[in-house]
């Protein structure tokens, strides 16, 4: 009998230490990375890599951050610099870098890509967007572009984002401008549409007169002379 309550009680303390071992150990995947909160001195400094690693049970946490590039598409209504509206979507490939994780989660959290990134760039594509006339926006879209990249990877590098890639994939504007566009494009083709009618009857008229016996053209000036039979 005391032979099976010493395996119990040797198989209890080989359970409860496996529990603390395993409560000890994290796995840190591939692309990720940890900072690690301890209860009694706050966020580490250290940013620990991808692996199996130990920590002190119940006293230390890790947080676990995604460092892969991420796309997220940020739609923005907001004016040119004629005041005409402007709804634009914007397409970032972002990441945090790592070395600055402690600063992010200490200042801004683990959803550092919802408080921050958001913010910055409707605060970027309004400031970009108000520098060009709607026309200018449509017409000089590469510079519109260049200079939204220049000025949000400047911005996000503040807060220890790294910007991979950016595009402005959506570009429209408000119905009265749209209509207004429209109508001129409209205008502009009936225009073309009665020159080349014009430029038709023209070759036509000619072509008849240089088909006709009765018509001999006068060199000084540009008519006609009927040739009278005698």
Not at 50 to 60: A, N, Y
Not at 100 to 127: A, C, H, K, N
């Amino acid at each position: 009998m005391e032979l099976f309550e010493s395996i119990g009680k040797f198989g209890l303390a080989l359970a409860v230490a496996g529990g603390v071992v395993n409560s000890a150990l994290y796995n840190v995947d591939a692309g990720h990375r940890a900072v690690i909160f301890d209860r009694f001195h706050g966020v580490q400094g250290v940013v620990v890599g991808e692996g199996t690693h130990f920590l002190i049970p119940w006293v230390q946490k890790p947080i676990i951050f995604d460092c892969c590039s991420r796309p997220r598409n940020v739609p923005v209504i907001t004016g040119s610099k004629d005041l005409q509206n402007v709804s634009i979507t914007l397409r970032i490939l972002f990441q945090p870098v790592a070395s600055q994780l402690p600063r992010i989660y200490t200042s801004i959290g683990e959803d550092y890509d919802e408080r921050v990134l958001l913010s910055i760039t409707t605060e970027i594509l309004t400031s970009v967007m108000a520098r060009f006339d709607a026309g200018e926006l449509i017409i000089q879209r590469e510079l519109v572009s260049r200079q939204v990249s220049d000025d949000l990877t400047e911005r996000a590098a503040t807060f220890g984002l790294l910007l991979d890639d950016l595009s402005l994939t959506y570009l429209t504007f408000g119905k009265e401008f749209t209509e207004a566009v429209e109508a001129k494009q409209v205008a502009q083709q009936e225009a073309e549409r009665a020159r080349f009618a014009k430029l038709e009857a023209a070759e036509d008229i000619a072509y008849q007169l240089s088909r006709s016996r009765n018509i001999t053209y006068l060199p000084a000036g540009q008519s006609v002379l009927h040739q009278l039979p005698q």
